[in-house]
């Protein structure tokens, strides 16, 4: 699975610390999320989609 | 609120566990080899411990929270392998044991290696699963 969080993070200029304070989780999920190690729970994705003000499908591209 | 006290209640037990440790040692006269094994393994546990209470206490302090579901996973995932531990080594301490030491272990010392053991294998997977994504 690859994301789009740190583009959409640029965009917003928002620091992983940030992001992660938006949230509620550690700034390591975000590191994690970012690199496409971590498949996040439906919540969480949508949590991380809202924050960044786009949708899950924008963010997360999922690889067949 | 609850991540405070969790934090603040750990750092106590940690302390608390530190002091019984110490003063095991003072009171023990020799050291023998089998308790050099067990010895190490209760340093590691703390040290793990105190590691995991400052690592939340940081992300506390910079307004993060001390625990999130990638973690509350990692912990079921090393609860699943501490527990795997427990069952192994219930049998295997005393297996262990008749094949090296050609004696049983009594049942105190089965219980003490089996509370270490799967402690110990509980921190490290923990420690690992958080450190490692999914």
Redesign the interface.
Known sequence: MKTRIKEFRARYDLTQ?DL??KI??????IV?LE?G?????L??AYDVAKALKTTIDELFIFDD | MKDKMTAIVGAGIALMAIFTFAFYLLAKETIELIDIASISIVIILITTSIYLIWDRVK?LK????A?????KIAGYKAGYYGFIAAIWSSVGSNMGSIILFDQELRGGLVTAAVVLISGIVFMVTYIYF?R???
């Open positions: 610390e992660a304070r509620g989780v550690r700034r390591e999920t994690f690199k190690k971590y498949n996040p729970s919540k969480l | 992300n910079a307004g993060l929270p625990q999130d579901e990638r973690l958080s490692k994504g999914n």
